[in-house]
């Protein structure tokens, strides 16, 4: 079984050691904050995790890899967030956290729209979240596309009156009220999204899944664009 584990161990650095090369031939200026990483996550139970993370981002920059703003990426301050964020992502056990905080770095190499301190925040802002606060988020951002791919669970409306609260029990009928409310408030108190809980049962005319548009805050819009795109 020893042998076994060894074999095992030994391929996944193989692979892992392989997508690093590649990777940091297509982005050279990579190459310093990730050899730093090397020693800790080739030798332990979290390569896989990191494997997965140089892989993700060897897709995310596939085609945006002339668009990486290089002035940005080579400061000293960019490689002391992308090692940060590397381990944070080595050590997270959600996936959606994972991607969430891979995507912070990859879209911040080809924005020109970002300082390393709002890169910071966002990072911040994502290390108080769970799985549920990236699925709020997700459908506020676009409601009628995530309705639409979710089988119009809501749908335009119709009816005669609605209210928040009934169409979150729709789009997500396995959560409990409370569970909503208290995501959704961590979400305006982080000054991401609005209007959900002040208004969660005010009835309106029903307008259906509509009723969630424009929910997002500036900030939050922003930020949705750095984690989901």
Not at 45 to 54: A, G, H, M, S
Not at 61 to 67: K, P, Q
Not at 158 to 165: A, C, K, M, W
């Amino acid at each position: 079984m020893e042998n076994t584990n060894e074999l095992v161990e030994s391929n996944v650095k193989t692979i892992g050691e392989s997508v690093l090369k590649a990777l940091i031939s297509a982005v050279p200026v990579l190459g310093g904050p990730l050899s730093s990483l090397l020693g800790d996550y080739f030798s332990g139970r979290k390569e896989r995790r990191f494997i997965e993370f140089l892989e993700g981002i060897s897709k995310d920059l596939e085609n945006s890899r002339d668009l990486i703003n290089e002035e940005f990426v080579s400061k000293e301050d960019f490689y002391d967030i992308f090692e940060l964020t590397a381990r944070k992502i080595v050590l997270t056990r959600q996936e959606e956290k994972r991607e969430a905080y891979r995507k912070i770095l990859t879209n911040s190499m080809t924005s020109k729209d970002i300082s390393y301190d709002e890169m910071e925040e966002f990072i911040s802002l994502l290390d108080g979240m769970r799985p549920e606060h990236i699925l709020l988020l997700k459908i506020l951002k676009d409601p009628l596309k995530y309705d639409e791919e979710n089988g119009n669970l809501v749908g335009k409306g119709g009816g005669f009156s609605t209210s928040i609260s009934q169409i979150m029990n729709k789009l997500l009928p396995n959560w409990d009220e409370t569970s909503i409310i208290d995501v959704a408030a961590k979400l305006e108190n982080d000054r991401l999204i609005k209007d959900i809980t002040r208004n969660y049962k005010t009835m309106m005319t029903d307008q259906g899944i509509n009723h969630l548009r424009n929910r997002l805050t500036d900030k939050g819009k922003k930020f949705c664009i750095f984690i989901l795109e």
